[in-house]
Nanobody, 124 residues
């Protein structure tokens, strides 16, 4: 498993931007598929985006396509989520997750390592 620590959350007005970071503990970071999920109050945790170990493949939830960009820096063992044109409905706790299967899973059940989450609040 990986130790994951998210940062970068905060309060932003609608239309604004934030960049989330997730730092991992292992030097073999490039072998892990990394994903972002989010959970709003009273709702289930949902998939946001995923990136392959090399960074060459990505996938996004329809609700964030064109607004969010996932990327990674394997030298720094860090994955990022650039969030632009934020909407109030993006308000949630954002979690990063890691999986060593090298498949771009979008289900929470496939990920064995999770961060503690970072709060993103978008005001209208």
């Amino acid at each position: 498993q990986l130790q994951l620590v998210e940062s970068g959350g905060g309060l932003v007005q609608a239309g604004g931007s934030l960049r989330l970071s997730c730092a991992a503990s292992r030097r073999t970071f490039s072998l892990w598929t990394m994903a972002w999920f989010r959970q709003a109050p009273g709702k289930e945790r949902e998939f946001v985006s995923v990136i392959s170990g090399s960074g060459s493949s990505t996938d996004y939830a329809e609700s964030v396509k064109g607004r969010f960009t996932i990327s990674r820096d394997n030298a720094k063992s860090t994955v990022y989520l650039q969030m632009n044109s934020l909407k109030p409905e993006d308000t949630a706790i954002y979690y990063c997750a890691a999986d060593d299967s090298r498949v771009l899973h979008i289900s929470t059940f496939e990920y064995e390592s999770w961060g503690q989450g970072t709060q993103v609040t978008v005001s209208s």
